[in-house]
């Protein structure tokens, strides 16, 4: 297969964990007779220095000319002190919106090699395997009215069912490929969105009787994934309830610098990203882990192009180096062997 | 000093632990020389029962007619099905705006001899001793439009800058009683309500040079609270933040059976509660742990009665319960010594 992908580097250590990522799917289309084309663009701190905009329109046509996009992770003290249009991050928010990128699937694994970082005790998270899907083009994110005088201020949460609708399939969908259950988050007891929420959600269920469901509310869900997260299979939610859960879960097993994340719509269009941000103190320097971006590559390969035995090898590859005890310096825990970026990717593309 | 205290017991156990608290209270009262008269009211489940409304105005009345509120939990299965207007939350909801208990206090406190019992790993919560200080009338538990139809549903989150000034001074103030340090949470990278609240905090802290300020994002902080916990002193936060990251946060010790709370306003009247719900599985048994509900006692003679000495005495009582081994079954792990409610309940008066 032919496919072009955009590559947008970011800011901090984005470069360098993309570059790694565009490396390992070198490899993987040599090995499988695939031909990938890489073109570069600017987003988040980087195209606000040369383009005055977070997302330029030449990174927008660029995706547009594209079959997948994979990001490195935007932001920086630079741009911190910004008025709110000129920040980083509107520059992904705006390219979510933009391409209707409306389902954020977020795994979360237990890495057994790497249990001795976890917070938690070992125990609770040996088990965890589960797919957090977010709604992200929705809810109080980009809800009207959305303003502020001196006074007051006021935010708006609206979905269309067929917003819900579309997500809650996705994660149906989902749950089938994986261990059957959805768990449906939402405030059902306060907010009338949640209301809503949780009527979709018993209507999609009628079919996928296949699927066992569960309704939790959020504050109980927050709970659960630190008493007992391997219970959880697909967790489905809107907007801002996913990203506080799926950044809360994203701890639980120590080992955030290896998480991926991608962002999807229906036609197989996607964004990947790994879900550590853009690290500005370490950036530069050859130590980041490229972990999580090349398996969002990996992730990329599954959900955008329809390649699962590419990224099954992919998924091994970072897995057997990892059992092997080969760890770059944010893991190593002083214990183990370190690697730089390079040499700990070389060791992916040997597997 | 002579005080009237409404008795809400509520659903489930809140009749067994409200009971616990009463007794201690009625020591408390003989050692230090005060009277206190105990009055009782429906609220919740049993409410709906007698009355057909979760807050009856008999209640209210009651409410106004006294200094504080001890309140024991609502809710059970046998209401679940209920209409939203018949359900026993919305008591509590309700009595939450009527009173204008706008600031909901939470502290978080690692119990030495109970840290097994956490599902973090003991040297990441030894420390922790924080306040999540929730503003709880406000945001969008109660803004309007707050509305759905078949097609598409609507919630609002609307601050004023007083209702924001206000909770930031209670916490602010309450800094100042503990470790001087105020983290303040929002979402300004994409809410506007959350943009007027980090300007409030922003003038606030003029007038408290004394305070350390942080302001972090609620994702951030949904991983901090697990990746150091201990690191938190004073969390103040608007409603829907402060329900996910309060109950968050109550998991983190491994003792959400003995977190109290209070519900209060700037005149010193409050309604104090356990964070624990009903749990209508244990309720009649005689077994259910009561030192959330002492606790929340304690927390009533401190913030509504200004008995700072009489909170510490029934504060300490508890601890040294705790210390010597002595616990209700939910806690006891089947090593310890296993105490009926009124069994325990009568350690912490020996003390
Ligand atoms: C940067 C921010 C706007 C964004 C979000 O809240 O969606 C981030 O936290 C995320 O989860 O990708
Ligand atoms: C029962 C519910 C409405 C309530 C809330 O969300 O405030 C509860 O979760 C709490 O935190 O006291």
């Known amino acids: 297969m032919e496919k072009r992908v955009a590559v947008l580097q970011g800011d901090g250590i984005g470069p360098e964990v993309t570059e790694a990522a565009v490396r390992v799917l070198e490899v993987i289309a040599r090995r499988f007779n695939h031909t990938f084309h890489f073109n570069y663009g600017s987003i988040g701190g980087e195209a606000i220095d040369k383009f005055n905009n977070p997302l330029p329109e030449e990174t927008i046509a660029l995706c547009e000319s594209s079959d997948a996009v994979l990001l490195g992770a935007v932001g920086g003290p630079k741009w911190d002190q910004n008025p709110s249009e000129l920040r980083p991050e509107k520059g992904l928010l705006a390219i979510r919106k933009h391409f209707d990128l409306f389902a954020n ?12 970082a976890s917070p938690l005790k070992e125990e609770i998270v040996r088990d965890v395997d589960m797919m957090i899907v977010r709604e992200l083009t929705g809810g109080i994110y980009f809800g009207q009215p959305s303003r502020k005088t001196d ?6 949460l609206v979905y269309t069912r067929e917003e819900i609708e579309r997500i809650v399939e996705k994660a149906f969908e989902l749950a089938r490929l994986r261990k059957g259950k959805v768990t449906s988050v939402d405030k059902a007891n306060v907010l009338e969105s949640s209301k809503l929420w949780r009527e979709v959600v018993e209507e999609k269920r009628k079919s996928y009787p296949d699927i066992e469901v569960e309704h939790q509310l959020v504050d109980s869900a927050a709970m659960k994934l630190i008493t007992n997260p391997a219970a959880f299979d697909v967790v489905v939610t809107e907007n801002m309830f996913g990203d506080i859960l799926s950044d809360e879960a994203s701890v639980i097993t120590g080992s955030l610098g290896l998480l991926p994340s991608a962002s999807v719509r229906s036609d197989g269009f996607g964004l990947y990203e790994p879900v550590h941000g853009s690290a500005p103190d370490v950036a530069g320097k050859g130590v980041a882990n490229p972990a999580a971006a090349i398996l969002s590559a990996a992730m990329m390969l599954r959900y955008s192009f329809g390649m699962e ?5 992919i998924e091994k590859a970072v897995n057997t180096v990892f059992e092997d005890g080969h760890f770059t310096a944010d893991l190593s825990g ?5 690697h730089s970026t390079n040499e700990w990717t070389e060791k992916v593309i040997g597997e």
């Open 334 to 338: 002083n214990l183990d062997r370190v």
């Open 151 to 156: 006074t007051s201020a006021v935010d708006t």
């Open 105 to 116: 699937l977020r795994p979360i694994k237990a890495v057994p090699s790497l249990l001795h």
């Open 309 to 313: 035995a590419e990224a099954a090898a």
